[in-house]
Nanobody, 114 residues
Framework: QAQLVESGGGLVQPGGSLRLSCAAS????????MGWYRQAPGKQRELVAT???????NYADSVKGRFTISRDNAKNTVYLQMNNLKPEDTAVYYC????????WGQGTQVTVSS
């Protein structure tokens, strides 16, 4: 039933890396833009990165140079490679589809702590 399913979250030390994956149904993956958002406790959900069908990307200033969004069209999967993680990156990360976005995954917890 789930149309967007995230995986790859977990506990990592500062400076470490994680790769998040978002598996999408074909009909959802065909949507123009896919993205990642995150929500920390007590904070609003914020944009992390987006990728359009043509491959162009956008990033929040806070993650530029550290995070990379990519997509594998053959696998209907969007990835978020997160390097040099900081404690302030701790949040629930959500995969999204559509400009609205119109669709959301269930979220995966990322905790950066020593």
């Amino acid at each position: 039933q789930a149309q967007l399913v995230e995986s790859g979250g977990g506990l990592v030390q500062p400076g470490g890396s994680l790769r998040l994956s978002c598996a999408a149904s074909g009909s959802i993956f065909s949507i123009f833009v896919m993205g990642w958002y995150r929500q920390a406790p007590g904070k609003q959900r914020e944009l992390v990165a987006t990728i359009k069908s043509g491959g162009s990307t956008n990033y929040a200033d806070s993650v530029k140079g550290r995070f990379t969004i990519s997509r594998d069209n053959a696998k209907n999967t969007v990835y978020l490679q997160m390097n040099n993680l900081k404690p302030e990156d701790t949040a629930v990360y959500y995969c999204s589809a559509g400009v609205g976005p119109n669709y959301w995954g269930q979220g995966t917890q990322v905790t950066v702590s020593s």
